[in-house]
């Protein structure tokens, strides 16, 4: 009887710590979640923007000789693809890095190459003997390494039939939404139509210096709201991982608190009626 109060004292003692971690990390993720939203918002508005004048760009140079050989350079004589893949940093985020790794084993094959975003990933990857061009922690992906990794993408992207990103969709319901997106070459059916009023629209120096250097902030810009995407996307799942855990601790401890008193009324009778024998 003695020994049962003591474990289940000492259960209580452990999950009561577990719960209040919890509760700290479920905060913790709740904040970064909002900074995500705020980036990811802000990286959206960019977009219209940057979207607007690219599709504009793109439909005027259309039949202009020197922006087609840019175009033109974009052709992908090889097979092989490049994979950029976001995932995170750290675990406890419920499903997130299972669902990337199941997309992962379904489109992806030996002869690909891959750049890599967060450590889960790279972790998952140095187990096979796939072509790792580059790899990113989360906290190192910032302004300066999205610009040389876009450079780096218009650079060689002669050398790839296709370079995909699979990333996680952010949703405030439940669910995980892992999406592939084709960055390159760029599909037509991304850009808006604005045949109708490209008359205004002039382009007043080099037509291709102006195409490559549209083209990259729209690469980069897309490349962050993927990016944001990500982050909110596990941060959430985090967010929800660290509630249920904290519920399920706050469960436990109500069983074992009834547990201990069941056993502590059962000592207390116990040595009534001792007592009461003795008399």
Known sequence: ????????????????????????????????????????????????????????????????????????????????????????????CGSFNTKIFKIIKKNISQDDALILIGKKMTNYFSNFAFSILQKYLNLNFNNENISSLVAFLIKNSKNFSKISVIYTKYSKSLSINVLIKQLLPIETDQLLNKSKILSTFIIENNPQFVYQNTLFLYLKNLLLIWYWNSRASEEKTRQLAMENASDNSEDIIKDLKLKYNQFRQEKITKEILLVSQEE
């Not at 000492?10 to 709740?30: P, Q, S």
């Not at 990286?43 to 000789?65: A, R, W, Y």
């Open 1 to 92: 009887m003695k020994n049962n109060i003591k474990t289940i004292q000492k259960k209580i003692f452990t999950i009561n710590k577990i719960y209040k971690i919890t509760k700290v990390m479920k905060l913790i993720a709740a904040i970064n979640l909002k900074k995500a939203l705020h980036q990811l918002s802000d990286s959206g508005n960019c977009q219209e923007l940057v979207l607007d004048i690219f599709s504009k760009l793109n439909f005027l140079v259309l039949n202009n000789e020197v922006v087609q050989n840019v175009k033109s350079s974009q052709i992908k004589t090889k097979k092989t693809k490049l994979w950029i893949i976001f995932g995170s940093d750290l675990g406890l």
